[in-house]
């Protein structure tokens, strides 16, 4: 069954338009709540069987106890890859950032543990070896968010400011970032996030999440969605070295971000 995952949705004008200005989208209802949670139990069990972590909170950095995560795990499940390469979603990326085609560039598994960790304000561009910015993730929570499980908070419009673009995430890019943001003016946008609600964020937004301050987890999978035609840059740092290495896998500056890990959705 599909459901929703491969029907396709036109967005309207107006909300493109706040796309753009804000640096973020939220969708409320964009995919069925039952299909969310039908794809969510094997995200999870997969998430769960592959994670490495197993140092207990308390004796963890501040990164990892934000989150435990597993990436490209389309590639571990057909049910996932179903999820994953959903038509429904890769079609709003694409109308968001106006291109006629968009690859995946990986998916990446996020399970916030009962009393996890905030996760520090960062931008997730600083990681990846692109030539633009063409790219956009989606952030699909597999159960409802309220505020105390550290729903994705956005600040409004910061994709416009360079500040805090040379800082991996961690606590000094929690503090510099977040105190940088509000003394700017740019609002942090925080809200719940009902079963079937998306959120959309372009790779220069900066964002964060609180701690899970419940007795459950907070389950999300999230897909990196990445113009067709990008082309692979330089990388900056060790970061986007590595990810030019494991994700895009036989590429080099100058070519196309096209590895067999990357088909066009």
């Known amino acids: 069954m599909t459901d929703l995952l491969d029907t396709p949705i036109q967005l309207s004008e107006a909300l493109v338009a706040r796309y753009h200005a804000q640096g973020f989208l939220r969708l409320p209802g964009l995919l069925s709540p039952d299909e969310v949670a039908r794809h969510g139990e094997e995200i999870t069990r997969l998430t769960l069987a592959l994670n490495t972590q197993t140092a207990p909170l308390e004796d963890r950095t501040t990164y990892d106890r934000a989150f435990l995560q597993v ?71 597999l159960q409802p968010v309220p505020l105390e499980m550290g729903p994705l908070a956005f600040f409004s419009a910061s994709h416009r400011e360079a500040f805090g673009r040379d800082l991996e995430i961690s606590d000094e890019s929690e503090r510099r970032i977040s105190q940088a943001m509000h003394s700017r003016g740019y609002p942090l946008d925080e809200a719940p996030y009902a079963l079937g609600d998306v959120s959309f964020h372009g790779g220069w937004t900066f964002h964060r999440a609180g701690a899970n301050q419940s007795d459950q987890p907070r389950s999300v999978m999230t897909m990196i969605y990445m113009d067709a035609d990008m082309v692979v840059a330089s990388p900056t740092n060790g970061m986007q070295q590595n990810d030019l290495a494991q994700w895009l896998p036989g590429l080099a500056p100058g070519m196309k971000a096209a590895s067999e890990l990357n088909p066009v959705l």
């Open 71 to 141: 990436m490209n795990l389309w590639r571990r499940s057909e049910a996932v890859r179903r999820f994953v390469f959903g038509k429904r979603l890769a079609g709003v990326a694409a109308q968001l950032l106006g291109v006629p085609r968009v690859r995946l560039y990986h998916d990446q598994s996020l399970y916030k543990e009962p009393s996890g960790g905030m996760t520090p304000a960062h931008a997730d561009q600083y990681y990846w070896p692109f030539a633009s910015d063409r790219c956009v993730t989606a952030w699909v929570p």
